[in-house]
């Protein structure tokens, strides 16, 4: 690790990795320990905190570069708040692979942290740090409920602000995310580890933050992709006949107006996408912004639907659960 400060150590976690991972990190004088099964990115993490030696602990992936400075900017953070009980940064503005969906992917993140209030709410392991004692009063992760890559660091980090703890964004703190995405690992990512996981939470804990891609902002522009999506599905039929008495011009004009609202919206982002690469990538990066809109609503409304379906059942088998263990005893 290329860093500006030399009073750290470096602990590489080697989760069943069938690699040379470990020896590779060892003979760069990092310490290694392997996981005697799988455990995921929770679990792993878990293991490496407990045997780490520092009074502050920094969580980094293994597709994440630090820049050299990343922990003087943690420590002097850590140094001057004495309140502040965890940290994090966001990437980079240059990602490491030229394609379409890795820049769209990695910029987009690194706007939305960029921009997001610096008084978080939730938690970033892509490289965060937590103070040490703060780490095991909230016992880390919940690796048992997120035993795979998942929003288990977003969780920890629900846990901590709910009980009061500060967390602060750092704009300042930038790293190079060195992952490829394709189409697959994007939904993958986005709807199974990452919507899913968190709609579930939300409804869970309800809790629902006014922060990252939770924004008033946000929610609104979900819901007028959703009636533009709508519309344009409902927009043939407007040719062939009325629906209703709307005929294809109303229509259109609706959508229309449904695109324009949602361009200004979001405006601030696009015009990031236009400066950072040209209109012509700024025109994509809106399809595939309104894409993950659409399928974030999809997914919300869903397992909103089965939640309040299923708690009717889960309440039935909860009486009858008392009820046995009544006559029991």
């Known amino acids: 690790m290329r860093s500006a400060r030399a009073d750290f150590e470096v602990l590489v976690v080697d989760d069943c990795s069938t690699d040379e991972t470990g020896q590779i990190a060892e003979r760069y004088g990092a310490r290694c320990l392997k996981t005697p099964v799988p455990m995921g990115p929770g679990g792993a993490r878990n293991l490496g905190a407990s045997q780490a030696s520092g009074e502050v602990l920094v969580f980094v992936d293994a597709d994440v570069v630090v820049p050299p400075d990343a922990l003087w900017l943690i420590a002097e953070e850590f140094d001057r708040d004495a309140e502040l009980a965890a940290l994090f940064g966001s990437y980079d503005s240059a990602p490491a692979w030229g394609d379409f ?133 409902l927009f043939p039929f407007s040719v062939w006949g009325s629906i209703s008495g709307l005929r294809a011009s109303v229509l259109l004009g609706i959508l229309i107006s449904l695109a324009v609202v949602l361009l200004a919206l979001n405006w601030d982002v696009y015009a990031f996408f236009i400066d950072k690469r040209g209109l012509r990538f700024a025109m994509g990066a809106v399809l595939a912004h309104w894409f993950y809109y659409l399928y974030s609503v999809v997914v919300f409304v869903l397992l909103t639907m089965a939640h309040f379906v299923r708690a009717p059942m889960r309440a039935r088998g909860a009486g009858r659960g008392a009820f046995g263990s009544r006559n029991a005893q």
Request: charged fraction near 25%; glycine fraction near 6%; charge should be positive.
């Open 101 to 233: 969906l890795s820049q769209y992917k990695n910029l987009m993140h690194h706007y939305v942290h960029q921009k997001s209030n610096e008084r978080a709410s939730t938690f970033w392991a892509g490289c965060g740090a937590i103070r040490r004692a703060v780490f095991e009063e909230f016992g880390g992760f919940n690796a048992e409920k997120y035993p795979l890559p998942s929003i288990e660091d977003i969780e920890l980090g629900l846990r901590m602000t709910s009980a009061g703890r500060k967390i602060h964004l750092n704009p300042r703190l930038q790293v190079k995310h060195l992952k490829r995405w394709t189409v697959r690992v994007l939904l993958r990512a986005d709807i199974l580890c990452r919507a899913v996981p968190w709609t579930k939470l939300i409804l869970e804990t309800r809790q629902l933050p006014r922060d990252l891609n939770l924004t008033v902002a946000s929610r609104i522009s979900a819901a007028l992709v959703t009636l533009l999506t709508l519309g344009v599905l």
